[in-house]
């Protein structure tokens, strides 16, 4: 019902920045809850940062906070600064049928293939 591909991925220097997106297909996309997620080798999946289907709500990681912001317009975006060699991991798109945006993996229906984000030191 929901097809998500992520995008933006790369490797860049500890400090740098990067921008993230988020394309989904489907007409349901507006009307649900957006989440992304991240996973290093050997590593659970874990939260960084969810967005209510309006993009008035928005929710993130403690480790993320103030330096990575959600978005949503055409696309579900992911705005990278000040990153650190612990942000390396395959970032997940996820799209959950709820208007309410979760942190958990369990709350969301739909994923995307990911994207690699490496940060060098």
């Known amino acids: 019902q929901v097809q998500l591909e992520e995008s933006g991925g790369g490797v860049v220097q500890a400090g740098g920045s990067l921008r993230l997106s988020c394309a989904a297909s489907?007409?349901?996309?507006?009307?649900?809850?957006m989440g992304w997620f991240r996973q290093a080798p050997g590593k659970e999946r874990d939260f960084v940062a969810a967005?209510?289907?309006?993009?008035g709500r928005t929710m993130y990681a403690d480790s993320v906070k103030g330096r990575f912001t959600i978005s949503r317009d055409n696309a579900v975006n992911l705005q990278m600064s000040s990153l650190k060699p612990e942000d390396t991991a395959v970032y997940y798109c996820?799209?959950?049928?709820?208007?309410?945006?979760?942190?958990?993996?369990?709350?969301?229906?739909?994923w995307g293939q990911g994207t690699q984000v490496t940060v060098s030191s």
């Open positions: 996820a799209a959950r049928r709820a208007i309410g945006a979760v942190t958990t993996e369990s709350g969301y229906d739909y």
């Open positions: 967005i209510m289907s309006s993009g």
């Open positions: 489907g007409r349901a996309f507006s009307f649900y809850a």
